[in-house]
């Protein structure tokens, strides 16, 4: 999926936005697709991950949100 995402918006990164919250096998975090050169981000979003014993993401739930700036 993230191949996918630089293919289709080349210079764009994936990017935390904050700290990754952990509680036992379970964790969340949130992030932004950012634009080359500071430009404003194309989406925003948060992901909810489930680790396996190794602490390796055993599955991961995204969900888009709408920037700031669009909302």
Same mark, same amino acid.
């Given at each position: 999926?993230?191949?996918?995402?630089?293919?289709?918006?080349?210079?764009?990164?994936?990017?935390?936005? !904050?700290?990754? @919250?952990?509680?036992? @096998?379970?964790?969340?975090?949130?992030?932004? /697709?950012?634009? +080359? !050169?500071?430009?404003?981000?194309?989406?925003? !979003?948060? @992901?909810?991950?489930? /680790?396996?014993? @190794? !602490?390796? /993401?055993?599955?991961?739930?995204?969900?888009?949100?709408? +920037?700031?700036?669009?909302?």
């Amino acid at each position: 999926m993230v191949a996918g995402v630089h293919k289709r918006f080349p210079g764009h990164r994936f990017r935390l936005t !904050g700290a990754v @919250d952990a509680h036992h @096998d379970r964790a969340r975090w949130n992030w932004e /697709l950012a634009g +080359p !050169g500071g430009a404003a981000p194309v989406v925003v !979003g948060v @992901d909810f991950a489930v /680790l396996a014993p @190794d !602490g390796r /993401l055993r599955e991961v739930t995204g969900f888009f949100e709408r +920037p700031a700036e669009a909302a």
